[in-house]
């Protein structure tokens, strides 16, 4: 997912309404939260939120952990943080860019995918550049943190490095797109969401970590 400066930034168009999906935590997926960044908790919670809408709207449930902040693990992480990690649960890394300004397009993020073994787990986020690709085009920080983190967590369910010519997962973002905010350029396609409900539910299956009821769902949550 890029940027480019004075052209077009990237992501996929949802070509038909999606119904919002009732809560299925057989297609939950669990979130550990590395906040190397430093992200405060306000501008997380609100970025997680965002997250939340696009991926409820999927039909996919999101559970947060909070495992690291800046160089250490909070006293208070959940226990969970230091397990294996299972396959219904994913890495998000937020962190200073990899790569320096100057260049026409950068990335916002990236993810591992195609695997030899196992199935892809690990996302990251370059907070810097989300913050001055924000003020550039003058739309909210925490919203556009929010649709980078869900546009990575994609390619992890996709499991493909591919971008599509529409919607969320389109390559770039421009500013006009960015400050129009047209909804259907912040949803996944109908044929995404398919493949990523099926990712999701079999991730389960094969999880040795059972799947979060309701209740768990909200003690794991209580630690965003």
């Not at 057989?26 to 939120?49: C, E, F, H, K, M």
């Not at 649960?89 to 196992?118: D, I, K, T, Y």
């Not at 980078?148 to 421009?174: F, K, N």
Request: charged fraction near 20%.
């Amino acid at each position: 997912m890029g940027w480019k400066f004075g052209a077009a930034l990237a992501i996929a168009v949802l070509l038909t309404p999606t119904v919002a999906v009732g809560r299925d935590f057989s297609r939950a997926l669990i979130i550990r939260t590395y906040n190397n960044y430093g992200v405060p908790a306000d501008d997380l919670l609100a970025a997680r939120l965002h997250v939340d809408q696009i991926f409820n709207d999927a039909g996919i449930e999101m559970i947060w952990l909070d495992c690291w902040y800046r160089d250490k693990q909070p006293a208070d992480a959940p226990a969970r943080c230091r397990q294996p990690l299972a396959d219904n649960e994913l890495m998000l890394r937020l962190q200073a860019p990899g790569q320096a300004w100057g260049r026409r397009f950068v990335s916002m993020g990236f993810s591992l995918v195609n695997l030899e073994e196992g199935v892809p787990f690990l996302s990251a986020v370059f907070v810097d550049l989300v913050a001055s690709i924000s003020r550039s085009a003058a739309v909210d920080f925490r919203l556009l943190l929010g649709r980078a983190i869900a546009h990575e967590i994609g390619h992890l369910l996709l499991d493909t490095s591919r971008h599509a010519d529409q919607g969320l997962m389109r390559a770039d973002w421009s500013r006009a797109e960015l400050q129009r905010n047209n909804a259907a350029d912040w949803a996944f396609r109908d044929a995404e969401i398919t493949t990523m409900q099926r990712a999701a539910t079999s991730r389960n299956v094969r999880s040795t970590v059972p799947t979060p009821g309701p209740s768990e769902s909200q003690t794991l949550a209580a630690s965003r």
